[in-house]
């Protein structure tokens, strides 16, 4: 398996609050992305980065921000969670044509 | 708009069955296609397609790109439960450096013994 982990597995916050989820990898990639993925959408990108400091916006980046400050760690921040940000949260390395993914993060928003 | 459009959404077979799972894509500045496998965790790649009519093939699993009709399709011989899992079938694309990945829906099998 790459070497992908994210932080933390699961977590349960209420609207309104900041959250903040952590991927980081030990394969030197400088391309990194967010997804999220939910029933009858599939996986949709919400940001990626490709390179330190360098990022840019997916399809579904509205209420989220991140932010790359080392090429190990890409860092998804939802300023002031909503229920519609329900879902299960992806991280994935390397150039679109092979990425590899992180184990996944199961956000509940109440 | 780009899309990827899977089908079926949903596929029930038995086992020793053979499937063929379609994807079609609208995507600009096509590049490749990819397919991954997805259990009950991350998604994992199974194949990159890029040149039309080059099958590729892993054990009982294969996959061919049609660049002219943008589709591909995904066959899998003898299945087994083992094979139960959402299909997804992803774009490639993009202008200048930049790239732009667009997901299908993906096709749930279910392979019953």
């Known amino acids: 398996d790459a070497g992908i982990t994210q932080s933390p597995r699961h977590k349960v916050t209420e609207t309104g609050t900041p959250v903040t989820l952590r991927c980081h990898q030990t394969?030197?990639?400088?391309?990194m992305y967010w997804y999220r993925q939910d029933p009858g959408h599939g996986l949709r990108l919400i940001h990626y980065s490709y390179g330190v400091k360098d990022t840019d916006k997916g399809e579904v980046s509205d209420g989220y921000s991140v932010s790359r400050s080392k090429t190990e760690d890409f860092l998804l921040t939802l300023e002031s969670a909503t229920s519609s940000q329900t879902s299960v949260y992806f991280c994935a390395i390397g150039r679109g044509y092979e990425q590899y993914f992180g184990p996944g993060t199961r956000l509940t928003v109440t | 708009e780009d899309k990827v459009v899977q089908s079926p959404l949903s596929l029930v077979v038995h086992e020793g069955d053979t499937v063929t799972l379609n994807c079609s894509y609208e995507v600009t500045n096509f590049r490749s296609l990819l397919w991954y496998k997805q259990e009950k965790k991350a998604p994992t790649f199974l194949f990159m397609l890029t040149s039309s009519g080059i099958e590729k093939k892993s054990g009982r699993l294969s996959s061919i790109l049609d660049k002219k009709e943008l589709f591909s399709i995904l066959n899998i011989t003898a299945t087994q439960t083992g094979d139960s899992a959402v299909y997804l079938c992803v774009s490639v694309g993009g202008e200048g450096g930049s790239e732009k990945l667009v997901f299908g829906k993906g096709t749930k099998l279910t392979v019953n013994p």
């Open positions: 394969e030197n990639h400088r391309y």
